[in-house]
């Protein structure tokens, strides 16, 4: 066997609309995550890390290149990611590791690298450039079904009625569990082929395990399905009913006409915001078991690390792509600017010296993800990237001039459904929002001439009542526009910006190509 090199192993895990909120370590009253919080008392938790964007594919984006959706333009799920964009993956190939996806990374691939009938062009369901991948699970969950198959489960039903309760779909939510059982689900099969690839290994390797999980389906089998009492639970965030609710802008009123509830629950019919407080809170229910059968695969994970004698040496990551409303303001999923949508878990673990057991309640971002990787891969973060590095956090310190607000934006416009599709008759490029959040404040600008939203956190942490157009907040909603507008002229595209061509040559930054090399 050759000597092992000095690097550390890399474990990159993102769950998928998983809320910040929804862990023990966390404070959560009712959620079970016993292995995820022991990992936080060995690493660092960040109480307050947010997404920069959703649904999954501009989410991703954000987290993969350390940009703003500002800056790298993935704006919905299918729309292509511009090849001239460097990436976690790219950045760790640059550095010597041969980074490995598990699962599925959703990035949409540059059709100018690619003939017209190409048959990458027919999804968003990509590959990140610079990942090789050791086991695909797109959304039609092929070679899971097989898998499944091979133990002798019924998958006839397919993608995604397999996911359908045992009894069949009805309007009201059940706990009822699917036919496959517990150590049979999708994040199973994931794990197991992980742990399986690790036992492989000779040399320090980079993994990315991309779990669906907690994501709708809303089902899960015992024991997980009846682990959390539906009438457990922290109160909903909602204003006083569908109509007070819909008032707080007209974005929150389309999307509680539009959500359907066979997005969430296959077979199901009608709006996600008619079903009864009962059926949200058992989807809820089945939503924590979720968690936790996650919860118990990190464990999984984390044992054989330590068997394999590889846990010392090992980076992990552990956060989501973007969050889950879950009942919030009478609707799941994730969009719009509620934080419901965008607040996500992180927890960090880097071996060697470094702080155990710190809860760090400054604000953090999905963009910060690709420096610290970088920082802690052993190589300098390029300046250009809109995120910082957390490496100071995990090292025990406190970084000077740390941001004292937190961005996302959302971007909902359709353009395969054409002009007429979009949104308040608008084009699609007035279909986008950006959000500035402060401990007190959260102001949402839009474009396209809809009225803007500011909540007051401290009187409303429910965001449940829209200040903007009150002259008490008059004062209040213009500074934070004009932070906003701020924030936007920094972060602009920096890829050249931070260079300049003298007559000694370039001088400054050039972003370069990472598949050439590090810088």
Request: proline residues 9%; charged residues 20%.
């Amino acid at each position: 066997m050759k000597e092992r090199s000095a690097r550390p192993n890399v474990l990159f895990i993102t769950c998928d609309q998983w809320r910040g909120d929804c862990l023990g370590a966390a404070g959560h009253p009712s959620i079970r995550t016993p292995n995820i919080d022991a990992l936080a008392r060995d690493g660092v938790l960040f109480r307050r890390h947010y997404a920069g964007a959703a649904p999954c594919s501009p989410a991703r984006a954000c987290l993969y290149t350390g940009l703003y959706q500002m800056t790298n333009r993935v704006c919905r799920n299918g729309t292509p990611l511009d090849a001239r964009h460097g990436n976690v993956a790219l950045a760790a190939r640059a550095l010597g590791y041969d980074p490995t996806l598990f699962g599925y990374s959703d990035i949409a691939p540059d059709p100018r690298r690619h003939a017209p009938g190409d048959p990458l062009l027919k999804s968003y369901e990509g590959v990140l450039p610079g990942f090789s991948v050791r086991q695909l699970l797109p959304e039609h969950q092929k070679p899971w079904l097989s898998w499944l198959r091979q133990r002798g489960i019924d998958t006839r039903a397919g993608f995604p009625m397999i996911h359908a309760p045992v009894g069949g779909p009805v309007d009201e939510v059940t706990l009822a569990p699917p036919v496959y059982r517990d150590g049979e689900t999708p994040a199973a099969f994931l794990a197991g082929e992980f742990i399986r690839w690790m036992g492989e290994q000779d040399e320090p390797w980079f993994a990315h395990l991309s779990f669906l999980s907690p994501h709708p389906p809303f089902v899960v089998p015992a024991p997980w399905n009846t682990l959390h009492d539906p009438a457990d639970g922290p109160a909903f965030a909602r204003a006083a009913g569908l109509e007070a609710e819909a008032a707080i802008h007209p974005l929150v009123a389309r999307e509680i006409e539009t959500q359907r509830r066979s997005n969430f629950l296959p077979g199901t019919k009608g709006r996600v915001a008619d079903w009864s407080e009962a059926s949200f809170r058992r989807i809820r229910a089945l939503y924590y078991g979720m968690i936790a059968e996650m919860d118990a695969l990190i464990g999984r994970i984390r044992a054989a690390l330590e068997s394999a004698g590889a846990w010392e040496d090992t980076i992990f990551v552990l956060t989501s792509d973007h969050a889950e409303r879950m009942g919030d303001h009478h609707l799941l999923g994730k969009g719009g600017f509620f934080d419901s949508s965008y607040h996500i878990p992180l927890v960090v673990r880097a071996p060697g010296p470094a702080a155990r057991g710190r809860i760090v309640d400054a604000f953090t971002e999905t963009v910060d993800i690709l420096p610290t990787l970088v920082e802690l891969m052993g190589a300098v973060p390029p300046p250009h990237l809109d995120g910082r590095s957390l490496a100071p956090f995990l090292r025990g310190e406190n970084p000077a001039a740390w941001r004292d607000a937190v961005h996302w934006e959302y971007d909902f416009r359709s353009i395969a459904d054409g002009a007429p599709a979009q949104p308040f008759g608008l084009k699609p490029q007035q279909c986008n929002l950006a959000v500035l959040r402060t401990d007190a404040l959260k102001y949402v600008h839009f474009a396209g001439g809809l009225p803007p939203v500011l909540f007051d956190l401290r009187e409303d942490p429910a965001e449940t009542r829209n200040v903007a157009g009150e002259e008490t907040y008059r004062g209040a909603r213009l500074a934070l526009a004009e932070r906003l507008l701020a924030w936007r002229a920094e972060h602009l595209d920096q890829s050249l910006a931070l260079a300049e061509l003298t007559a000694a040559g370039v001088a400054g930054h050039v972003a370069r190509d990472m598949r050439a090399g590090w810088n």
